[in-house]
């Protein structure tokens, strides 16, 4: 099992910036890849961002390309979203997942979300 808790959600004006946090424990961090998802009111959840096992390789939806950064810090068992030039588009539930294979479309764990409002 690995338990997921994401922090750092809040309310933000257009253009503004915002780090989410999401601490892993339980088995070992290391050894997943990790994502980021998103759910706005009303729609399905989508794919913004995932991490390979060491951080080697990054990918991004088209949507947040250029505009958010996934990284990981395995000593902390941290993944982070940095988000900057945030839209109001980009308001949603926010949820990081570990996937035990990178690149593969199910994933294994999930947190229980933090809510970012991005206000025009």
Known sequence: QVQLVESGGGLVQAGG???????????????????????????????????SQRGYSTYYADSVKGRFAISRDDALNTVYLQMNSLKPEDTAVYYCAANRAFGRAEYDYWGQGTQVTVSS
């Open 17 to 51: 910036s915002l780090t989410l946090d999401c601490a892993a424990s339980g088995r070992t961090f290391s050894n997943y890849a990790m994502g980021w998802f998103r759910q706005a009111p009303g729609k399905e959840r989508e794919f913004v961002a995932a991490i």
